[in-house]
Every structure is written in C-alpha cells, then in structure tokens.
C-alpha cells in the first residue's frame, strides 16, 4: 500500500513562498521518488476556518508520517502554528486512534546557529507526545535555513530514515548543527544586507528610528 | 512616577482560571504601589506576524498591520515590567500569548551583534522592560515546567530583559497556594 506523508507547513509565507516549504518539499520530493503520495497544508490557512481546520484533522489522520516545517518566530513557533498544534491534539485526544503516525520536525531561524531552534523543538517534541504521535527527529538549520551540499545530504539521509522507518541518524545532526559561517562573518554579512535593502528602500537614514520610545 | 506593570493574559476565551489570575496579578501590584495594566490578548483584534520584515527595512520600527499589535507593542517597551501569563502548551505560549509576541519584532533592530557568544538583534530602544513568566500548567508536569522556563529565558535575551523571573501554576493548586505564588513571582519580578 502507499505510504502517505504530510507535510505541514507553518510559515506565514506558504508552502510555495517560504524558506519552510522549500525545505519541506525537498523531503516530499524524494518520497513521491520513493513510491510515496503526499498531501501539503498550510497552517495559517487552515486554522482560519472551520472547513480548514477540518481537512487538517482528516489529513492527519490519514498520514503515515506529518513532516513539520516552520520558522523560528521569538524563539518558539509562529501562533497559527501553535494553534494548529492545539487542534490536532484536542482532535486526537477526543478521538482515539490506534494508528500511531510518526512525526518529524524541519525548523530554521534567522540566526547564524542552528541550536537556537533548541528550545521549539522540545516543544514539538512534547506536542508528539502529547498528542500520540512518535516522534523520530528533528533537524534544526540557522542562516535563514540556507541549503549547502552538506545540508542536502543529510536531508537525504532524513528521506531514507523516514522511508526505512527508522529513527533519523545521529549523522543528520552531526551534519546540520554546525553553524554554516563562523558568527562574526555572519553579523558582519547580515548587517551589510540589511543596509543594503534599507538603502535600496530608502529607509537607511531612518532605520534605527524608535517610534514608542517613552515620552 | 509610578512604575508600569503590563500583563499579557494569554488565556483563551473560555479559559477562566488565566483571566482570574491576571486579575490578581493586577490586584496584588496596585497593592504594591505600581500601575497595572491587564490586556486580555483574546478579546484584542490581532493579526498574525506576516513574517514580511517590513517593520525593519520598509516602515522602521513600526509593523505594517495597522491594528491592536501595534499598541501591544508599544505598551511593552513603554513599561518597565512585562508579565507574559500564559497557560502552558505543549511547554510553550498559548496562541493568544503568542500571536501578540511575534507581532513585537519591530522592538529589534534588524542589525546583529553576538550577546555571549551567540548572534542576536541588536536593541532598537535605550530601554527594555523587565520580563515575568506565568505559565498555569493543568498539572504537575516537570518537562512542561523546565521548557516554559526555558523559553522565557531565552526570550529575556531576544528582548533583551535587564531581569527575567518565572513562576509556575497548578490549576490544580487550591486558591490560597495559588496566590502565594502569585505574589511570590510579582515579588522576584518587581524586586
């Protein structure tokens, strides 16, 4: 029989405009290469409507594996996302199921280091829990969740551990928590950006205004 | 002056006991000289971050949804005390809690700069508002306690909080433990 994954994506761009959904798909790729049906659902989407909602629930119930992918928002999970978690796990506490699906989360952030994700994917980590899911990894990626060769591999590697139903390898870690460029060259290439597009904006003149500074 | 107390009630709309607390949080600092303010984020017409960074390099310090999180995030930097009360899910905020947070990215910079040895924004204010975590957890539950900790913890550094403390709820705790608590993390936050 088909192996069905679902990819939830929990960015506020979307799963076609986010760095998530991207990174993501690169998993879905290789898994509809594998034999695999997948089905992708935006977070932000769903949790607006009651009809979205429900095709979550049903499409969560289906999936032999959720693959969650979101950016790193203040250190946890942007809202809409959090409140999808919420609905699936009242969803799947109200109604039992033996089917047991596995769950695997991609987190990125805007910082050079991939441990800031630390933190949130603990957090996910307890929803899988809670919500009776079996948790096999998490991959957390800094830099914006930029793809490098090494980062390809070891999503290759999460691929196989997912199609081999496996735990992910501790290689994957290995392979992604190294922080892509030492941190002063990233403070210093990410501050040239942001003047950059500031510039670009015409904004620069004005980019450390501080509109609610205390009366 | 009076110091500024904001508090966050992350509690959803039917979560009673979240709301009742920030009436005590709010009771117990009027009693202790400060200037409360209870925001109930559910009843607040916030819409979710867009993630569009707008607020950094198109309207400078300022997010472009022009609605309740806004002021939100104005009264955070204006206050010299935050107390982000929240019932505890998953380890982490409420939505309700949360949705507010994401909106308050305008409060950074969106310049770098490595805060014992990890890279972070850099501060858009002179000032920053100390920082108190109230989670109500539905039980006793150790990881939940340790990762709500945790969170607000690193949240004080993003924020850059010059003090962070934490306390935690039972909801099964009765009301006069409750309180004591209550007062306990008011006290080691306004200390």
Same mark, same amino acid.
């Given at each position: 029989m088909t192996e069905h994954v679902l990819l939830l994506v929990g960015s506020p761009k979307g799963p076609d405009r986010s760095q998530s959904g991207r990174l993501g798909r690169i998993v879905t790729d290789d898994l509809e290469q594998r034999g695999w049906s997948s089905k992708t659902i935006h977070l932000h989407e769903a949790v607006q409507t009651r009809e979205g909602t429900d095709d979550l629930l049903q499409a969560v119930d289906r999936a032999d594996i959720v693959l969650f992918a979101a950016p790193l928002y203040v250190d946890s999970l942007p809202a809409p996302a959090i409140r999808a978690l919420q609905r699936i796990a009242e969803d799947r506490a109200a109604q039992p199921s033996t089917k047991v699906p596995r769950f695997v989360s991609i987190m990125n952030c805007?910082? !050079? /280091?991939?441990?800031?994700?630390d933190t949130c994917q603990r957090i996910l980590q307890q929803f899988a829990q809670k919500a009776c899911f079996e948790w096999i990894g998490g991959i957390s990626l800094g830099s914006g969740g930029r793809v490098t060769r090494r980062i390809r591999q070891a999503f290759g590697l999460l691929s196989e551990a997912v199609h081999e139903e496996?735990? !992910?390898? /501790?290689a994957v870690e290995t392979m992604t928590r190294?922080?892509?460029?030492p941190s002063r060259i990233y403070v210093i290439g990410g501050n040239l950006m942001w003047k950059r597009i500031a510039r670009k904006n015409e904004v620069l003149g004005r980019i450390r205004t501080a509109p609610y500074r205390r009366p | 002056m009076e110091k500024e107390i904001l508090v966050l009630d992350g509690g959803a709309k039917s979560d009673a006991l979240t709301h009742q607390v920030g009436e005590t949080l709010v009771r117990l600092a009027k009693g202790r000289g400060f200037s409360p303010t209870l925001l109930r984020l559910d009843e607040l017409d916030i819409a979710p971050c867009l993630g569009c960074f707008s607020c950094w390099?198109?309207?400078?310090?300022?997010?472009v949804i022009d609605d309740a999180g806004r002021d939100v995030a104005r009264r955070i930097v204006q206050s010299d005390v935050v107390v982000f009360l929240s019932p505890v899910v998953f380890g982490g905020y409420s939505p309700e809690l949360k949705k507010a947070l994401d909106r308050a990215i305008p409060l950074l910079s969106p310049f770098f700069r490595r805060i014992k040895g990890e890279v972070h924004h850099v501060k858009r204010y002179t000032h920053y508002p100390r920082l108190v975590g109230l989670g109500i957890l539905s039980g006793h539950d150790e990881v939940e306690e340790e990762l709500f900790e945790a969170l607000i913890r690193r949240n004080a550094i993003n924020l850059h909080a010059p003090k962070v403390s934490v306390g935690l709820l039972s909801a099964r705790d009765d009301e006069e433990t409750r309180d004591r608590r209550i007062e306990w993390v008011l006290a080691e936050g306004l200390s």
């Open positions: 805007g910082f !050079v /280091e991939p441990a800031q994700n496996i735990l !992910v390898p /501790e190294k922080p892509l460029l | 390099i198109k309207t400078p310090g300022l997010c």
